[in-house]
């Protein structure tokens, strides 16, 4: 034992930059694997489109997955899209992707919003539909979504009011945007229309038999009382454990 300890004490110069380099080695490793974990587990290619200025445009996304089955790029497969919080619709099957992180609200359960994340989707199936966000999944009614700019989802059917005059109804699982309080742009999933329109600073809203929200000004009216939509980055996770 003396001999190990006096070995020690003679080469501790040399020791002590070789554990030093075997700690970085195993931290490295620990840290390689858990990229691996994160990273691509596969790509799929997926034909979907998007509305933009109330075009459709139709293209092969490619869809990035890692090992816990959570999405983690979607891009266009013959050009570049400058994805913002547009949602991205499927051509094929009943799902919509959003590239976003998007608030939740609940006007039934006293307004109560949440967090989704980047890329959450919405999928139907047997007329149910479940919210998969950072890959946990949830069976959720009576809500819409806000990307905290101007654009809104609407699970439910809503009429779309200019000054309080109905303009029309949107279908389920459709969305409306209003941007700098002149410009109205909606798709209506059940049409697959688009259409943008000038509202010279009217106050747009929606309403249905849950709902009452402004969407110009950025807030819903619950119990005769307005409450203001929070950005996404203030608010906690749906889906949690």
Do not use: W
Not at 97 to 102: L, Y
Not at 132 to 156: H, I, R
Not at 188 to 212: F, H, Q, R
Request: a neutral charge; aromatic letters at 18%.
């Amino acid at each position: 034992m003396k001999k190990i300890i006096d070995f020690c004490k003679n080469k501790y110069k040399i020791l002590i930059p070789i554990m030093v380099v075997f700690v970085l080695l195993i931290t490295i490793y620990f840290l390689y694997r858990e990229y691996k974990y994160d990273n691509y587990r596969n790509k799929q290619e997926v034909s979907v489109y998007q509305y933009f200025g109330g075009v459709r445009n139709e293209y092969t996304a490619i869809i990035s997955y890692n090992l816990k089955d959570i999405i983690v790029s979607v891009e266009d497969k013959n050009k570049k899209i400058n994805y913002d919080s547009t949602p991205i619709y499927y051509q094929e099957e009943d799902k919509i992707i959003f590239p976003h992180e998007m608030s939740i609200i609940f006007p039934q359960k006293d307004g109560v919003q949440y967090k989704v994340y980047k890329y959450a989707t919405y999928s139907g199936l047997d007329n149910t539909y479940t919210l998969t966000s950072n890959g946990k999944s949830g069976v959720y009614n009576n809500f819409f979504l806000f990307d905290g700019e101007g654009l809104y989802f609407f699970p439910d059917e809503v009429t779309l009011k200019i000054n309080n005059q109905d303009y029309l109804k949107l279908s389920a699982n459709s969305y409306a945007e209003v941007i700098g309080g002149y410009t109205l742009t909606y798709y209506d999933n059940k049409t697959k229309e688009s259409k943008v329109i000038e509202i010279e600073g009217k106050k747009v809203t929606a309403v249905n038999e849950y709902l009452d929200l402004n969407l110009s000004d950025r807030y819903f009216t619950l119990y005769d009382k307005k409450l203001l939509l929070k950005p996404s980055y203030n608010l906690d996770a749906l889906l949690t454990d």
